[in-house]
């Protein structure tokens, strides 16, 4: 489990908790169901309107993503690459085949079966480009969907606060009532800066995360696999594929694991 993500929300959750307590108020006077269906419920339909239903669907369901944790390591990759790399130059492409049998990302291993078929290189760059491609768009979807959500969040918090205001003022007859009637109005706003800021945004930008580092362990397979098919050194091999990491990184990673 990715203990950031966790820690974020709850923590998050702790701190409203904690400045609501603190002025010692009632906690239950923070919850209303009426506001929580027209902020929540309202938000939610803008963006079932918004996508298509099985995006909308997946996009409920990655949020089990961002909880999982990633095990993608770009050092652990390279180290694979490397050590395919010794294998090809020992005994060969075709034992390539053979190697792949205990690799379990099936991208690395696609590439691996193109390389060994002797498909032509640009070609092999191609097809695994495309399916990088795809594979970013479909992780767009997934993080449109909350910064969709987040955007409709406080937009529907405000339509709830409206709806309040105008019940409000519609019954002005009862002075008393105005001060917790507006009290209610207001609670659609901070419902909906909530689903914004303390859900739907650390949500997107987490994915982005994760995004961004399987497209560079992606790349990093490409350009090894691309290495190896050219015949190359696997320590020029190594220190090319080091240099999509950053330099701090890059000490971590194991050095001399090519071989002469």
Same mark, same amino acid.
């Given at each position: 489990?990715?203990?950031?993500?966790?820690?974020?929300?709850?923590?998050?959750?702790?701190?409203?908790?904690?400045?609501?307590?603190?002025?010692?108020?009632?906690?239950?006077?923070?919850?209303?169901?009426?506001?929580?269906?027209?902020?929540?419920?309202?938000?939610?339909?803008?963006?079932?309107?918004?996508?298509?239903?099985?995006?909308?669907?997946?996009?409920?369901?990655? /949020?089990? =993503? %961002?909880?999982?944790?990633?095990? @993608?390591?770009?050092?652990?990759? #390279? &180290?694979?690459?490397?050590?395919? $790399?010794?294998?090809?130059?020992?005994?060969?492409?075709?034992?390539?085949?053979?190697?792949?049998?205990?690799?379990?990302?099936?991208?690395?291993?696609k590439g691996i079966?193109?390389?060994?078929?002797?498909?032509?290189?640009?070609?092999?760059?191609?097809?695994?480009?495309?399916?990088?491609?795809?594979?970013?768009?479909?992780?767009?979807?997934?993080?449109?969907?909350?910064?969709?959500?987040?955007?409709?969040?406080?937009?529907?918090?405000?339509?709830?606060?409206? /709806?309040? =205001? %105008?019940?409000?003022?519609?019954? @002005?007859?009862?002075?008393?009532? #105005? &001060?917790?009637?507006?009290?209610? $109005?207001?609670?659609?706003?901070?419902?909906?800066?909530?689903?914004?800021?303390?859900?739907?945004?650390?949500?997107?930008?987490?994915?982005?995360?994760?995004?961004?580092?399987?497209?560079?362990?992606?790349?990093?397979?490409?350009?090894?696999?691309?290495?190896?098919?050219?015949?190359?050194?696997?320590r020029v091999i190594?220190?090319?594929?080091?240099?999509?990491?950053?330099?701090?990184?890059?000490?971590?990673?194991?050095?001399?694991?090519?071989?002469?």
């Amino acid at each position: 489990m990715d203990i950031t993500s966790l820690l974020g929300i709850v923590l998050g959750l702790a701190m409203v908790i904690f400045g609501i307590l603190s002025n010692k108020a009632d906690i239950f006077g923070y919850i209303d169901v009426p506001s929580v269906i027209i902020t929540i419920g309202g938000s939610i339909t803008g963006v079932l309107g918004s996508f298509k239903l099985g995006d909308f669907i997946n996009g409920f369901k990655s /949020i089990a =993503l %961002v909880m999982k944790e990633d095990a @993608m390591d770009p050092g652990e990759i #390279i &180290g694979n690459v490397i050590n395919l $790399a010794n294998v090809a130059r020992k005994e060969g492409l075709l034992a390539l085949e053979e190697a792949s049998n205990d690799i379990d990302d099936p991208f690395l291993k696609k590439g691996i079966m193109l390389v060994v078929d002797g498909t032509d290189p640009e070609l092999v760059r191609g097809i695994l480009e495309t399916e990088l491609t795809c594979l970013e768009d479909r992780h767009k979807k997934v993080i449109g969907f909350w910064e969709k959500w987040a955007e409709l969040g406080p937009a529907w918090g405000m339509i709830g606060t409206l /709806i309040g =205001l %105008v019940n409000m003022l519609n019954n @002005m007859e009862d002075a008393s009532a #105005i &001060g917790p009637a507006m009290a209610v $109005a207001l609670l659609t706003t901070l419902y909906g800066s909530m689903i914004a800021n303390w859900l739907c945004i650390p949500i997107a930008a987490k994915m982005k995360v994760n995004n961004d580092l399987e497209i560079i362990v992606k790349d990093v397979m490409v350009e090894g696999l691309l290495s190896i098919q050219a015949g190359e050194n696997p320590r020029v091999i190594e220190e090319k594929l080091k240099s999509f990491l950053s330099p701090a990184v890059r000490e971590s990673v194991g050095t001399g694991g090519g071989e002469e």
